[in-house]
C-alpha cells in the first residue's frame, strides 16, 4: 500500500472513529491487565461477563491473591480455558506484589515476565493504560494488514514490525484500535463486508465482496 493510500487510509478512520477504545471493560490499570490476559481465545463480550464477576470480589493483585486460583476459576468459568488462566492471573497477582509492590509496570520486559502475558497483552497495556504507540497484532489486526496490503507478514511480529515503519506518526497510538474494531466488524474473516467498508479504495484485497453476492 502506497504512503498515500495509507495516510488515506488512516484519515477515514479517524474520522469515523476519532476517539476509539477497547471494548473490554476495566476501571484500573490492573483491571486491563487481568481483562487482556483473559482475552486469549476468548471475545470481549464473554471477557467483559465474567470480569464482571470477578471484579466484583477482586480487583487489586491483593484481594485476588485472596481469592485464590480456585476463586478465580469459578468466576470466570463461562470462558475458554478458565482453569489454566486462573492459575495465570493468581501467579501475576504474585508476581506484581512482589516484585512491583503491587503496580502493573510500565516496561514491556517486566510486564512479559509475567505469567500468562504475551507480546500481545504487553502491548495492548502499553498502549491503552499508558499512551505508548505499540500495536498488539491479534487476528484482526493480522488478517486486515495483510489482506488490505497495508503491512503483509507472515506472523504477528512481522506485521507489527510493518505497522511500526508505515503508520504515520500522528496515527500511531489509536491505529491497533481502528484496525482491531475494523476487522471485528466490517473486514471480517469469510466474507468481508466489502459493499460498506469506508476504506475500500485504499485497500488492495482483489477479491472484493459485493452487497450482490454477500
Not at 495516510?7 to 481483562?35: C, G, K, M, R, W
Request: hydrophobic share 40%; charged share 20%.
Amino acid at each position: 500500500m502506497s504512503p498515500d493510500r495509507i495516510q488515506q487510509l488512516f484519515t477515514t478512520l479517524q474520522a469515523a472513529n476519532p476517539h476509539p477504545v477497547s471494548e473490554l471493560d476495566y476501571s484500573s490499570v490492573f483491571e486491563l491487565l487481568i481483562a487482556v490476559l483473559l482475552s486469549a481465545q476468548a471475545t470481549d463480550v464473554g471477557v467483559n461477563k465474567a470480569t464482571r464477576r470477578l471484579f466484583a470480589v477482586a480487583n487489586t493483585p491483593s484481594r485476588m491473591l485472596a481469592l485464590g486460583e480456585a476463586g478465580v476459576a469459578e468466576a470466570i468459568r463461562t470462558i475458554g480455558l478458565y482453569r489454566n488462566k486462573a492459575r495465570h492471573v493468581v501467579a501475576t497477582c504474585a508476581q506484581v506484589i512482589e516484585q512491583h509492590a503491587g503496580k502493573v509496570p510500565r516496561d514491556r520486559a517486566a510486564l512479559e515476565a509475567l505469567p500468562g502475558v504475551g507480546r500481545k497483552t504487553a502491548n495492548v497495556v502499553l498502549n491503552v493504560a499508558f499512551g505508548e504507540p505499540t500495536c498488539a497484532v491479534d487476528t484482526h489486526v493480522f488478517r486486515v494488514a495483510n489482506r488490505t496490503g497495508l503491512a503483509p507478514g507472515k506472523t504477528p511480529l512481522e506485521v507489527e514490525r510493518g505497522l511500526e515503519r508505515v503508520v504515520p506518526k500522528p496515527f500511531r497510538v489509536e491505529a491497533h484500535h481502528w484496525l482491531i474494531l475494523h476487522g471485528r466488524y466490517v473486514c471480517i474473516a469469510r466474507k468481508p463486508q466489502c459493499w460498506r467498508c469506508q476504506v475500500s479504495d485504499c485497500c488492495s484485497f482483489e477479491t472484493k465482496v459485493t452487497a450482490g453476492n454477500r
